[in-house]
């Protein structure tokens, strides 16, 4: 499924939420089957939602969460002041999960089948008994349960070209709307008293220093984004090569950079990893190995390593899970990998760890670790896309992609909040030998 082609459009056909509120189950059309295939059919699978429902209710009823249902009746371990999820549609609810798993949970509040006033709390609750909401007994059955990853999100050079597309190229207008100024597009680093934008430059500025960028230091980064850590480096007298495979980020990091007046210290390049040639003083990449995928690690840390010159640092700034999380997860396709990333896998330390001892000269020497910041992070860029749901509409999503960046935006807050996931900066340099 193409995301531009399945998740732009439909404006017409969409209500105008008003500024600053979320669409509402109530006003949440059909999902339009051109541009949602799968999704405006419920699935006929009466049996494994009976299952389904035994399963959910025996999920909950230890969770921390009050599940409110159409008949009035309340389920879960929730008391007061606790979470509240609303089934709205039990049937489809149901349906959904029995057919999909918990693919089918986010396509449940893709179409308003369940709701939540504060989806991150209650996708909170769940991450953290993630591990054990199934009963062990039917742990050995996760295998035939999950979806496998199709094989046309593989990441060769031609299908990383795609999966990097199908999200980066939607349209920088709708980043814009909930990124701060500099357009940055991963965990900021907060002090007390700095807004998103100080702590953006605040991460920026550490990933620089980590790698020893400095006035005349020949920087590679992997990654452009939308070209703000290629401006700060050049802000510091640094020669930047960038490399992106998305048009979309190149064309507005190239203007940015010019506006800033830094365009001749800065080449932004469409090439891939694997492709880079030459040697550098520097490399830096923030959040790029989690769309590099498991089979590909040992190509993209030997190319930060072909690409340092004797005495050169690195930083690599990477979204992290647990080992036994990670191994569980390296062969499912999930609810992320089908409407968000395809295509990606996020890295366990010691996954970094054995890549970087089996296939460079490169070790960490200096490790940051700041998850608390990026779930503040998303809160922030949350916050801001809900509040500017008029001005998404009017760039031609509709509210069933704009419940699905809701729901991915908090699913994402959740897994940090519940220490499911972890963000850190790894310094690298050569091993003495």
Known sequence: MSTRTSTTG???????????????????????A?????????????????IAKR?????????????????????????????????????EFYRRIG??????????????????????????????????????????LRRWAVAVRPADEENTPSGARGNISRHYDLSNDLFALFLDETMTYSSALFEPGDDLRAAQRRKID????????????????????????????????????TITLSDEQRALAR??????????????LLCDYREVSGTYDAVVSVEMIEAVGERYWPAYFAAIDRALVPGGRACVQAITMADDR???????????????????????????????????????VHRRDFGAHYAETLHAWRD??????????????????????????????????????????FTLARQVR
């Open 255 to 268: 203007r940015r950079l010019a506006q800033a007046g830094v365009a001749d210290q800065v080449d932004v």
């Open 34 to 50: 051109g541009r949602w295939p799968g999704l405006a059919t419920v699935p006929d699978a009466p049996a494994r939602a009976r």
């Open 99 to 140: 057919a999909h798993g918990l693919i089918g949970f986010g396509e449940a509040w893709m179409t308003g089948a369940w709701d939540a006033d504060d989806p991150t709390s209650v996708l909170t609750v769940f991450a953290r008994r993630l591990s054990t909401l199934v009963p062990p007994s039917l742990q050995r």
């Open 206 to 241: 550490a990933v620089l220093d980590a790698a020893a960028v400095r006035s005349g230091t020949h920087v590679l980064e992997i990654g452009t984004g939308w070209g703000e850590l290629a401006l700060r480096a050049a802000e510091r007298g640094a020669r930047v090569t």
């Open 384 to 425: 801001r896309f809900v509040a500017r749901a008029a001005e998404v509409t009017a760039l031609g999503f509709d509210t069933t992609f704009q419940r699905m960046w809701e729901f991915y935006l908090a699913y994402c807050e959740a897994g940090f909040r519940s220490g499911y996931l972890g963000v850190s900066q």
């Open 55 to 91: 399963l959910f209710a025996h999920a909950v009823r230890d969770l921390k969460v009050r599940v409110h249902l159409p008949s009035g009746r309340v389920i879960g371990g929730g008391g007061f002041g606790d979470p509240v999820m609303r089934i709205e549609r039990p049937d």
């Open 326 to 364: 990670m191994r569980a997860a390296r062969d499912t396709w999930t609810w992320m990998h089908k409407y968000v990333f395809p295509g990606g896998l996020i890295p366990s330390p010691e996954a970094i760890d054995a890549a970087l001892a089996e296939h460079t000269r490169l070790q960490v």
């Open 10 to 32: 439909g404006a017409a056909n969409a209500p105008t939420p008003g500024a600053g509120s979320r669409p509402r189950t109530r006003g949440t059309p059909e999902p339009a």
